[in-house]
């Protein structure tokens, strides 16, 4: 998963009008892996494993919130959206930002597969869908704003690496305390994330077939985590 964060390397090999084709049918279908995550993996799992609907629903909730509050005091949401008018600065708030997040991930998908790993495969595939278009983002943002390319690689990485970290301590911290509350916080990022940050940017456009594209490539992404949970029970 950390390694993910080098992705942005394959943006060097495309022009700019064929990554931009490209960005918005992979953002909806990050969008709906994301959510098909949650609502067909994710939240199924932790009443299954004993959680009460009412503390799944809570927990839920706390990850929501959570990444609210984290995008509303960073800012690095509108980096995603406007790299133009990105300034150095906020780049550094993106790298801690999407440091924080990857934690909090790594933390959330761990928990997952402590719990079982053929669920954690489902969760570390949503995460995974949402992680390519994301950091294609970051990396531009950060090229944009004034950083080297091999920079820019570089400290995508490592905030990318924090996801193991994450990963670790829920590792750590299972021998001592329950970790099923992590499955629904997970849930509750993974649906801010695709429902705040990733269908905004594809359910408005001007043009009939574009929308239809990124609806399809929406609609692909939920029947992708369905038909996993079909296949792995």
């Avoid at 992705?7 to 994301?34: N, Q």
């Avoid at 609502?39 to 990444?67: I, N, R």
């Avoid at 550094?92 to 928990?111: E, K, Q, R, S, T």
């Avoid at 970290?165 to 970790?179: C, E, F, H, P």
Wanted: glycine share 10%; hydrophobic share 55%; proline share 3%.
């Amino acid at each position: 998963m950390s390694l993910v964060a080098l992705v942005g390397s394959a943006t060097l090999l495309l022009r700019p009008e064929t990554l931009e084709r490209i960005l918005k049918p992979l953002v909806a279908f990050a969008a709906g892996s994301l959510l098909g995550g949650a609502f067909f993996h994710m939240l199924p799992a932790a009443t299954e494993e004993g959680l009460s609907t009412a503390d799944a629903s809570l927990w839920m909730m706390v990850g929501f919130t959570l990444f609210l509050a984290l995008e509303q005091f960073l800012h690095w949401h509108h980096c995603h959206r406007a790299t133009a008018e990105c300034k150095k600065p906020l780049t550094y708030l993106i790298l801690l930002g999407d440091g924080l997040h990857n934690f909090l991930g790594g933390l959330g998908v761990a928990g997952v597969f402590l719990l079982d790993v053929q669920l954690g495969v489902g969760a570390w595939l949503a995460a995974a869908a949402h992680e390519v278009p994301q950091e294609l983002g970051d990396f531009g943002v950060l090229v944009h704003g004034g950083w080297k390319k091999g920079q820019a690689l570089l400290f995508n990485l490592l905030s990318g690496l924090t996801f193991l970290v994450g990963s670790l301590v829920a590792y750590a911290a299972s021998a001592t305390i329950d970790v099923e509350a992590l499955v629904p916080f997970a849930a509750g990022n993974f649906i801010y994330i695709g429902a705040s940050d990733l269908v905004p940017e594809v359910n408005k456009h001007h043009s009939v077939s574009v929308n239809l594209a990124n609806f399809c490539s929406f609609a692909a992404g939920l029947a992708l985590l369905w038909a996993i949970r079909l296949v792995l029970g």
